[in-house]
């Protein structure tokens, strides 16, 4: 029986080894990580993260090919495969500090690997990682004694949180990237085998293994591009009264641009986009690309902008002072169908709030425990409240962070009533339905559209 391991059980580990093992009921799937309460968590009825799907595709494999365990070194000693999906957090300290990724997890886990290992295996790089990682990981694993050989290959995830099990099940490719030895080559293809039982095979990408890893960052980099160029947009659609949405209407029909991505908003969040555009920066200046390098940051840039913009737009609708005033936050998580909180726009929409002393309210449908720890400083001075009728109460204004579908269902004139008037509504998602909330009495603003008043 063919033997998978996988370290790190996150929110890509977990998903892409239940899939394989719900796909492939021959495969032995192991998932391991250091957290133990995580671990337990995946073994339970509650998973440790939210997604649409997961838990169906958990229980179809639970205990009978799929297994969750703290016990590293016996999963990696077991396996011919062992995926490596821990995280790779933007350094914090020394050279690159603030751009490049922080490999110490990663070298770790290759020691690890090389230590207990005592047969041959594939290590498949499934964290996003600078190009040409893999070479240094080979050189970590063959060095010093040879006798167990290693072949690197590269296989970024391009599942997208809240949309994770169809992004699995049905992607729009699968990117297996590996060197160009004959050894290198039988990995591949053993990869390859594995996601074919499920995704047809015109859909599965062979590269070498330095475009699978530079693929993902920019295949990131171009998504969030996408976002930061409609935001920029959105700026100048406020200023002249264009309607953003019209505009990502009328550009999307023409199939060059495509209709996707093009959603104006408080900016982009997540775990992935600024630590993946970040590297690539990095990357342009390690190679001495200064004009690629700039280029690419100022997609961060214009994202930092659009957080600051949207508070700065609140503060001065609302006769520039918030300060006592309750401020009610629809949403914290990153995005709509996750309680993932990483990145998240909120957390420093939330921070120049209380900055400027207004007694924030926190509401959201699944992100209220990730929230807190986002923000453990400001424990005392905010709210959390998972009505968001009781988070609008008495509030001055809602400002709509997260496009859950909730907040769309939300009987908004009675909540019109509860607050104190004028009511604010900041729309940063563009969601609502803005003609009927100012008929309702609200003074409305969305990014892009800019402000509706009776004043
Ligand atoms: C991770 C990376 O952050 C991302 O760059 C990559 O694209 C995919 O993998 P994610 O799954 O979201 O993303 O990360 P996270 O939810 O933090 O999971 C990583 C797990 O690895 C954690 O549960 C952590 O406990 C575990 N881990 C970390 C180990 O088991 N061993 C380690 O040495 C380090
Ligand atoms: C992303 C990539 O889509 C995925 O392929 C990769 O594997 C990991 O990173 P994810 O971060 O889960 O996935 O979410 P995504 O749907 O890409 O959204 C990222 C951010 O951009 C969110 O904060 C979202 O709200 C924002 N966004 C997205 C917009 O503001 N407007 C849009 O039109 C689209």
């Keep these: 029986m063919l033997k998978i391991c996988c370290i790190g059980a996150g929110y890509v580990g977990g998903p892409t080894m239940a899939m394989i093992a719900k796909q492939c009921p021959d495969i032995q799937v192991t998932v391991v990580d250091i957290n133990e309460k995580r671990?337990?968590?995946?073994?339970?009825?509650?998973?440790?993260?939210?997604?649409?799907?997961?838990?169906?595709?958990?229980?179809?494999?639970?205990?009978?090919?799929?297994?969750?365990?703290?016990?590293?070194?016996a999963a990696i000693r077991e396996a011919d495969i062992v995926f490596v999906?821990?995280?790779?957090?933007?350094?914090?300290?020394?050279?690159?500090?603030?751009?490049?990724?922080?490999?110490?997890?990663?070298?770790?886990?290759?020691?690890?690997?090389?230590?207990?290992?005592?047969?041959?295996?594939?290590?498949?790089?499934?964290?996003?990682l600078p190009?040409?990682?893999?070479?240094?990981?080979?050189?970590?694993?063959?060095?010093?004694?040879?006798?167990?050989?290693?072949?690197?290959?590269?296989?970024?995830?391009?599942?997208?949180?809240?949309?994770?099990?169809?992004?699995?099940?049905?992607?729009?490719?699968?990117?297996?990237?590996?060197?160009?030895?004959?050894?290198?080559?039988?990995?591949?293809?053993?990869?390859?085998?594995?996601?074919?039982?499920?995704?047809?095979?015109e859909r599965i990408l062979t590269t070498n293994v330095w475009s699978a890893e530079l693929s993902k960052l920019t295949a990131n980099a171009f998504l969030a591009q996408r976002v930061s160029s409609i935001n920029a947009i959105s700026a100048l659609c406020e200023a002249t009264d264009a309607n953003v949405a019209e505009v990502a209407h009328a550009i999307g029909t023409d199939q060059r641009i495509g209709s996707k991505f093009l959603r104006a908003s408080i900016g982009f969040g997540g775990s992935c986009f600024k630590k993946d555009i970040l590297n690539l920066v990095y990357l342009c200046e390690t190679y001495g690309l200064h004009e690629p390098a700039e280029y690419w940051r100022q997609v961060v840039v214009m994202n930092e902008y659009?957080?600051?913009?949207?508070?700065?737009?609140?503060?001065?609708?609302?006769?520039?002072?918030?300060?006592?005033?309750?401020?009610?936050?629809?949403?914290?998580?990153?995005?709509?169908?996750?309680?993932d909180t990483r990145e998240s726009p909120a957390i420093r929409i939330?921070?120049?709030?209380?900055?400027?002393?207004?007694?924030?309210?926190?509401?959201?449908?699944?992100?209220?425990?990730?929230?807190?720890?986002?923000?453990?400083?400001?424990?005392?001075?905010?709210?959390?409240?998972?009505?968001?009728?009781?988070?609008?109460?008495?509030?001055?204004?809602?400002?709509?962070?997260?496009?859950?579908?909730q907040f769309k269902q939300l009987d908004y004139q009675r909540i019109y009533q509860s607050m104190v008037q004028p009511a604010f509504l900041f729309d940063g998602r563009n969601m609502l339905d803005h003609d009927a909330l100012f008929e309702m009495g609200y003074e409305v603003f969305s990014i892009g559209k800019g402000m509706k008043s009776h004043l």
């Excluded at 993260?49 to 009978?64: F, H, S, T």
């Design 39 to 73: 671990i337990a968590a995946w073994q339970s009825e509650s998973l440790p993260i939210y997604e649409p799907g997961l838990d169906k595709v958990v229980q179809a494999a639970l205990n009978r090919n799929l297994f969750f365990s703290t016990d590293v070194d």
């Design 350 to 405: 939330c921070r120049k709030l209380v900055e400027e002393h207004a007694r924030v309210v926190i509401t959201d449908p699944q992100a209220i425990e990730n929230a807190k720890l986002e923000i453990p400083d400001l424990l005392d001075r905010v709210e959390f409240e998972e009505d968001p009728y009781a988070a609008a109460e008495g509030a001055h204004a809602i400002a709509l962070l997260t496009e859950w579908d």
């Design 306 to 339: 659009q957080e600051s913009r949207f508070v700065i737009r609140m503060l001065r609708s609302m006769f520039n002072t918030i300060a006592g005033k309750r401020i009610a936050l629809f949403g914290f998580a990153f995005k709509a169908d996750t309680g």
């Design 85 to 128: 999906s821990v995280n790779t957090p933007t350094k914090t300290f020394g050279e690159g500090a603030g751009c490049a990724s922080d490999l110490q997890y990663w070298e770790l886990c290759a020691r690890r690997i090389k230590e207990v290992s005592t047969s041959d295996k594939i290590i498949v790089e499934k964290s996003t």
């Design 131 to 201: 190009v040409r990682t893999a070479e240094a990981m080979e050189r970590v694993l063959h060095a010093g004694n040879r006798s167990v050989h290693f072949e690197v290959l590269s296989n970024p995830e391009f599942l997208a949180e809240g949309t994770a099990i169809s992004d699995l099940e049905d992607p729009d490719r699968v990117l297996v990237g590996g060197r160009e030895t004959p050894s290198g080559q039988e990995a591949i293809q053993e990869l390859v085998d594995i996601y074919a039982r499920w995704v047809p095979r």
